[in-house]
Every structure is written in C-alpha cells, then in structure tokens.
C-alpha cells in the first residue's frame, strides 16, 4: 500500500508524482540528463572550456542552478574548465570543491570547535578514485 507520505509536486514542474530516490518527477530526471549532456557535450570541445557557469547556460539554454548543481555532484567535471565552479552554500561566492568557500569554511571551523557534532554528522562525502586497484591480473598461482 503506497504511503502518501512519498506523494509530493515536483519541485521544477510542479506535477504531483511519488518520491522514492529522485527529488524530482521522471519526466524531469530525463530532462535533466539531457541537460547534463548538453552541458557536457559542449565542454568536450576545448575552446569552450575557458567558460563560466552563465556563459555555459547562455550558450546550453540550461539553468544556472542546475549547471551549479551538475557540478557540485560531480556529474560535470570541472578539471579542465578553470572558469567553472558553484556557488558557496553561506556566501555565494564561486567555489570548486567542498560545500563552502575557504573563508567561510574557516568561519565554520571556528564554530564547529564549540559544536563537534555537527561536524561529525556531515563528514564530507567526497569520492576518492582508486584505479586500478580493483583488479588484478595473474598474479595468483
Ligand atoms: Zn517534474
Ligand atoms: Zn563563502
């Protein structure tokens, strides 16, 4: 029996559809992945990853906010595109890595010496890769 505790508008399109794992509709999970591929599809040329996050929405027709959020997932990789980066969660200020900008990431440092919970709570989950390490050829025997 569904639960209309998962029954919620989608919050770019505003139909009504069930939340399992997406925050949005299906329709629009597609959406977005086409526009994921249209951002990453223009960066696979190299001239235009001098670019930043509006020129690539400009040219995309996609929303700064999701380009921002592309990024921050890691989904847009940003390594070749020095010009590209998301927004600061306290601040805005334009950032690469991590959820906040070094100086208000140092401010929150200063706070969490008083709230050591709240750090623990949300250890940054970064993905390291590790190639290579999961296979191994003929070495055993
Ligand atoms: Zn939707
Ligand atoms: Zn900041």
Redesign the pocket.
């Known amino acids: 029996m569904p639960s209309l505790d998962n029954v919620t508008n ?1 919050p ?4 009504i ?1 069930m939340k399992i794992r997406q925050p ?2 299906p ?2 999970v597609k ?1 977005i992945d086409k526009e994921y591929e249209k951002c990453s599809q223009f960066l696979r040329k190299k001239e235009n990853r001098g670019c930043t996050v509006y020129e690539l929405s400009e040219k995309t027709g996609v929303n700064v906010e999701y380009i921002k959020q592309f990024i921050r997932e890691g989904r847009l990789s940003i390594d070749n595109a020095p010009n590209l980066g998301y927004s600061c969660d306290s601040c805005g200020r334009l950032i690469r890595s991590g959820s906040h900008c070094t100086s208000c990431q140092s401010e929150r440092n200063k706070l969490a010496d008083s709230f050591h919970e709240e750090v623990k709570r949300k250890a940054d989950r970064q993905e390291s890769n590790h190639p290579g390490k999961l296979y191994r050829t003929g070495l055993d025997q």
């Open positions: 989608c770019r399109c505003g139909k559809f949005v509709c329709s629009c959406e």
